[in-house]
């Protein structure tokens, strides 16, 4: 997907529609060093991604973390999860095992 937006997809019943991202323009994840000691964080705020994996593994939903945290809405959020889902189709984040 690498730094377009996110494109909204329809489906037969209506549900689990991409939601387009307020700013396509900038990248999904960034990394800064002079903010939160360069830990990767949503685009365009000071949220770790590590953040919303957590609420994730927590059980809280997409819109749960959207509304806990003024600065990032539905769009960016997915643009993280599709960047990630990205590097693990590429490989990025698997060890090669021979097993």
Same mark, same amino acid.
Request: hydrophobic share 40%; net charge negative; charged share 20%.
């Given at each position: 997907?690498?730094? #377009?937006?996110?494109?909204? $997809?329809t489906?037969?019943?209506? #549900?689990n529609?991409?939601?387009?991202?307020?700013?396509?323009?900038?990248?999904a994840?960034t990394?800064?060093?002079?903010?939160?000691?360069?830990a990767?964080?949503?685009?365009?705020?000071?949220?770790? /991604?590590? $953040?919303?994996?957590?609420?994730?593994l927590?059980?809280?939903?997409?819109?749960?973390? /959207?509304?806990?945290?003024?600065?990032v809405?539905?769009?960016?959020v #997915? $643009? /993280?999860?599709?960047?990630?889902k990205?590097?693990?189709? #590429?490989?990025?984040?698997a060890?090669? /095992?021979?097993y």
């Amino acid at each position: 997907m690498s730094n #377009q937006a996110v494109q909204i $997809a329809t489906t037969s019943n209506g #549900q689990n529609k991409l939601s387009p991202r307020l700013h396509p323009q900038r990248p999904a994840i960034t990394i800064n060093p002079e903010k939160l000691s360069g830990a990767p964080t949503i685009a365009g705020t000071r949220l770790p /991604v590590t $953040a919303l994996i957590d609420h994730l593994l927590l059980g809280y939903s997409i819109d749960q973390f /959207v509304d806990e945290f003024d600065g990032v809405d539905r769009g960016d959020v #997915q $643009a /993280v999860l599709l960047k990630i889902k990205e590097a693990l189709e #590429q490989g990025w984040l698997a060890e090669k /095992v021979d097993y």
